[in-house]
Every structure is written in C-alpha cells, then in structure tokens.
C-alpha cells in the first residue's frame, strides 16, 4: 500500500454529513463545561503527578514524606505537584502533627485513575 492510500483511509472520500448523529451531538454538547476535564489533563500531564495518583490509588493516603521517596523528588518538588493536584480538586489533605497526609479526593478520582491505568496499559499493549 503507498503513502496515498494509506491517507485515504483515514479520510472520508465524499462529504455525507449525518445530521441525526450531528444534531444529537451537539444537543448533548450543549451547557456541557469541558474546563474541568482540560484542568484534568494537566494533572496527568506530568509524570511524577501520575505516579502521585498511582500511589494515592495504591494506598489510600500517603505522607509527602513516603510520596517524594516515591517520585524520587525533593519535598518541596513533591509538594508543589501536592498543591497543584490539591488545587485543582484531584487530592485533599490534613495534617496529623508534623506529617500531612494525602490522599484522592473522592472514589470518583480513584475509579478515574484506575480506569485511566487500564486504558494506558491497553494502549502501550497495541502501540
């Protein structure tokens, strides 16, 4: 197969627009806040967030302490990505003493990043 037909897979070969499919579409698109899902990528975006999550998604809480070990990061590193995640609703924390713990914000977040694990290792499985 050459270069030409492999494009022309990808690409339709006539314009037939399925205005069923489209309308409903776009009905469901309407009032529909995608910010959140964008602030979402940037928390997955970084490597040592991911494998923040990981952990978090391990054991249900963590210390920063544990967490910069993990990451292999200092702590102000791993506080910093701490606060973002924190920030932007992925984790929440407390203070026990002299330690603060982490953990996911919600099972939501826990089911999300699972899930999120699966399709990841799916993908590497085809790639």
């Not at 469901?28 to 991911?50: I, M, N, P, W, Y």
């Not at 978090?56 to 993990?70: H, P, R």
């Not at 701490?82 to 826990?110: C, I, P």
Request: proline share 0%.
């Amino acid at each position: 197969m050459n270069k030409i037909d492999k494009m022309d897979i990808d690409v339709c070969s006539a314009t037939i627009v399925h205005e069923e499919k489209v309308n409903h579409v776009i009905a469901e698109l309407q009032g529909k806040d995608f910010a959140s899902l964008s602030v979402l990528s940037k928390c997955l975006g970084e490597t040592s967030r991911v494998q923040i999550l990981y952990a978090l998604s391990t054991y249900k809480e963590m210390c920063v302490c544990d967490l910069a070990a993990i990451i292999d990061a200092s702590m102000a590193t791993t506080s910093h990505h701490l606060r973002f995640l924190k920030k932007n609703g992925v984790t929440t924390s407390y203070r026990e003493g002299k330690m603060v713990y982490y953990s996911l914000a919600s099972q939501e977040v826990s089911d999300a990043i699972a899930s999120l694990l699966k399709v990841s290792e799916y993908l590497h499985l085809i790639s």
